[in-house]
């Protein structure tokens, strides 16, 4: 059997590293690239040379989702080897100009998202710190170097044919690739061993209706249907028993939603009050992000409602309607 092998990178982030994964035959082909410094070029050199490659033998490279760890080096993959960078046509618009992504997402959040969510200045001023700081570990990717694929095309890796799935939740063009054959699935942010962060984006035309904890919660039950021996996830190491990965983050996310709802009965009703109790000393962006899917998922389910004073959102529990 055909096996992706993994290679490890650093990123210097909370989370720790990312993987890459490479596919030696029939050609050289790259699943992610890691993010932007020369400690994860280092590392990926080295990955590469341990199974007798170096980068301009690579073909092709397959990024997954435009976020800075999966997708930061792709432009200098381009400059020092002939592989053109392939992503779903869902995120192509992102990697043709990476940094001006995330800076213009960080706008929105010092226009938008901040001042409802009543932070501090200075608690302002370090998340957009976070935010910004991504803008600088990753590139611009020149369109001549970019392949489109569709979801549900197949894409051949490891002379095998990979499924594209769409797997939103995470990030709204992730893609995931499925081996049915093999029960195979590189399952890039999709599934990990802790469930990952629903990261919320400007709003688009195509975003969906659907807030993004409740897109992975769908995302979830689609690959739970699948049959999967092994999981080849972007972050950590491979795994089986995926059904009983995902029966733990379900059970794990209605816990905290519940907890949530507690702490808004308790008088907590802002997402920065919020945040003192369900993440405590944690002011990160993978925590507020969670706390943020936490709430959308409160109000989505009507379980909420939001009342806004002088622009700041205030959370109480929604009353029962009387008969």
Request: glycine fraction near 8%; hydrophobic fraction near 40%.
């Amino acid at each position: 059997m055909t096996q992706p092998i993994r290679l490890e990178l650093p990123t210097g982030f909370q989370f720790g590293t990312v993987n890459a994964y490479l596919f030696t035959e029939p050609g050289p082909v790259l699943v992610d690239t890691g993010l932007k410094s020369e400690i994860s070029w280092r590392a990926l050199e080295a990955g590469l040379v341990e199974h007798g490659l170096v980068v301009a033998d690579l073909e092709r490279v397959i990024v997954t989702h435009p976020h800075v760890d999966h997708c930061g080096q792709a432009r200098r993959i381009t400059q020092e080897s002939r592989a053109d960078i392939w992503i779903a046509d869902l995120g192509r618009p992102w990697l043709l100009d990476l940094p001006a992504h995330f800076q213009q997402r960080a706008d929105y959040y010092d226009e938008v998202y901040l001042p409802r969510w009543d932070f501090s200045a200075g608690e302002r001023a370090s998340i957009l710190e976070q935010l910004v700081a991504l803008v600088h570990f990753c590139e611009a990717v020149p369109a001549r170097r970019v392949r489109s694929f569709r979801v549900g095309d197949t894409l051949e890796l490891g002379g095998l044919p990979w499924q594209v799935l769409h797997a939103p939740g995470h990030a709204a063009s992730q893609t995931c690739f499925y081996q049915a054959g093999t029960r195979q699935f590189l399952a890039a942010d999709m599934l990990l061993a802790r469930a990952p962060a629903p990261i919320l984006e400007r709003p688009t035309a195509d975003a969906g209706e659907l807030p993004p904890l409740a897109q992975f919660l769908e995302s979830l039950t689609m690959v739970e249907a699948l049959e999967i021996d092994w999981v080849y996830p972007g972050h950590g190491e491979p795994f089986g028993e995926h059904r009983a990965v995902i029966r733990s983050q379900r059970e794990r996310i209605k816990y905290r939603v519940n907890e949530c709802l507690g702490y808004i009965d308790s008088g907590r009703r802002t997402v920065a009050a919020l945040m003192t109790k369900m993440y405590p000393d944690q002011l990160h962006l993978i925590a507020l992000w969670m706390l943020v899917g936490y709430l959308d998922l409160l109000e989505a389910e009507g379980r909420v409602e939001v009342r806004v004073v002088e622009g700041v959102w205030y959370y109480y529990r929604r009353k029962k309607q009387k008969n």
